[in-house]
């Protein structure tokens, strides 16, 4: 698992920070800082959650086995 | 086509659910045309994926300024007049720019610090209340002074001037006279560029005003306006949805009791609050300014875009069961802050407001309860944050 946090494109919501702490942290400016780059377990489920509930598309979250896990709203 | 095409947005009835209409609207395709408040031909984004997609693109601008733009109220029809426009209503590279400059104040650790403050907040208002009830009404006593002294105290806007600033905010959001809301907002705005020109002579002044003044990074004049945009949507939003969470909660007994019981169900109780409600369809309006196809259809260069969370959040596909309430789900997917670039700067202070100010209000009043019933509560009108201006309890 590859993870990729995109301080140009980041707007700063912190739903990263908020879905999956542990993997991603904002700076005191407020952009996305990864903290860990190849989460495992429940961690890796909610790197990939925050994946899709970022509002600007600055995480990139890739998995090994190509697997994409739709987990909004369930 | 036999038929005018529907208008957009309607009234609610009851004022903590969405308007009986929009479930039709649900079950209609993804993109359908709808009738704004001005009289324009809008799109109407019926679906959560493709409200996604379209609130994600750059194709689909905020500035309120832009012919085409759909006008949904009379506080829009006062944006697309204004010459400046807060962050809501810019696009990048303007917004991005100023956007960064405000987060700092507004990120989860920064909002977590505050955590103490806003509970001796929470508990002050309810000592008051206590203190001179019952009856009391919950939205003045209670819903509102919470987030407005919060937002307050992180602008450095002064508390003392509260009764101005509420006066001209109701006077501004509630009108329907264009000439009475262009009248408050011009004394909003007189106010805010007063108190930049007074934080400029004090170094280290209070809160995200004071940070900024006169650090030449941003113009006296942007700072006024933003500071007044953030006092409004920094706490118009979340007073409503304490006292409209407050109701549903006070109508679903047995899951008050659940959430009352384990101190952690608080967190996605909120969030479904959040998606039940879905307050700020207002927010989720754009104009195109290429073609853009989706699903099917062309939206035009210049045609309005209404994405309103109140359909994309009951989206069957993505919430089961999408009209019931359920405190326990995870409804943590939804779009009730919005998505894309302007998604809300301060969802994760409302979200720790919400989860006070809910948690301490049972805890100091067990036994509270309306004093009608929540259907005779009076909603606002369509195009404005949805809410209610008073709920009657006693306790």
Known sequence: MEIQGDQDVCIGAGM??????????????????????????DARKKALRAERLCPSGALRVSSGSGRTDSIAGR | ??????????????????????????????????????????????????????????RLSSDRRRPGFPVISVQVELLTERKRQALIGMDPPEHDIQRRMFLPDFTLKKVRERRADIERIVHESLDDMLAQGPPADLYRDFALPVPFRVICRLLGA?????DFFQDAIRRLVRTFSTEEGRQAGAELLAYFEHLVTEYKKTPDGAGLIGRLAGTGRISDDDLALAAMSLLIAGHETTAAMISLG??????????????????????PAVEELLRYQSIADSANIRVATADIEIDGVVIKAGEGVLV???????????????????AGRDAGGHIAFGYGRHQCLGQNLARLELQIALTALWQRIPTLRMTV????????PPGAIQGIDALPVTW
């Open chain 2, 246 to 267: 407050a109701v549903t909660l006070m109508e679903n007994p047995d899951q008050l009791a659940a959430i009352r019981a384990d101190p952690e169900a608080i967190v």
């Open chain 2, 158 to 162: 002064p508390w003392e001037d509260r």
């Open chain 2, 308 to 326: 309103p969370a109140s359909l994309a959040n009951r989206d069957a596909e993505v919430f089961e069961n999408p009209d019931v309430f359920d």
């Open chain 2, 1 to 58: 086509m036999t038929t005018a095409p529907p208008a957009f947005p309607q009234a609610r009835v009851c004022p903590h659910l969405p308007p009986p209409a929009y479930a039709e609207l649900r079950q209609g395709p993804a993109l359908r045309r709808v009738t704004t408040y001005a009289g324009q031909l809008a799109w109407l984004v019926t679906r959560y994926d493709q409200a996604r997609t379209l609130l994600k693109d750059p």
């Open chain 2, 373 to 380: 019933p929540a259907e005779e509560l009076a909603p606002r």
């Open chain 1, 16 to 41: 990263c920070a908020l879905t999956a702490p542990g993997v991603f942290d904002q700076d005191e400016n407020g952009l996305v800082v990864v903290l860990t780059a190849d989460p495992s377990g």
